[in-house]
């Protein structure tokens, strides 16, 4: 069955970074766009970034532009988030999820959670001020 498993949240100082990781297995990963999601106490799920397929596009929401960098490497099966510059309004559970886009294209991606198939349990990041 699809995996996706994140890792590399902790607790980090205002200013600080950290590199999250999404792992993932049953599926064949190059098919698939890629996104990264929060959702901090409270407060609905929000999109934080995405990756075609083949990392030819990315993007990112305007919260953390400038700050955070999607990545992936389609032979370990991994995306990765680098969050640098974090602020107290960084504090979410991240989630990676995975979209098996509907027409294959190096410019695809969503920033739309209900296109996505699959996600995975999720990580807590939490930035102390």
């Known amino acids: 069955q699809v995996q996706l498993v994140e890792s590399g949240g902790g607790l980090v100082q205002a200013g600080g970074s950290l590199r999250l990781s999404c792992a993932a297995s049953?599926?064949?990963?190059?098919?698939?766009?890629m996104g990264w999601f929060r959702q901090a106490p409270g407060k609905e799920r929000e999109f934080v970034a995405a990756i075609s397929w083949n990392g030819g596009t990315i993007y990112h929401a305007d919260s953390v532009k400038g700050r955070f960098i999607a990545s992936r490497d389609n032979q370990k099966n991994t995306v990765y988030l680098q969050m640098n510059s974090l602020k107290a309004e960084d504090t979410a559970v991240y989630y990676c999820a995975a979209d098996d886009p509907p027409f294959h294209s190096a410019s695809y991606y969503s920033a739309a959670a209900y296109e996505y198939d699959y996600w995975g349990q999720g990580t807590q990041v939490t930035v102390s001020t």
């Open positions: 049953g599926l064949t990963f190059s098919r698939y766009a």
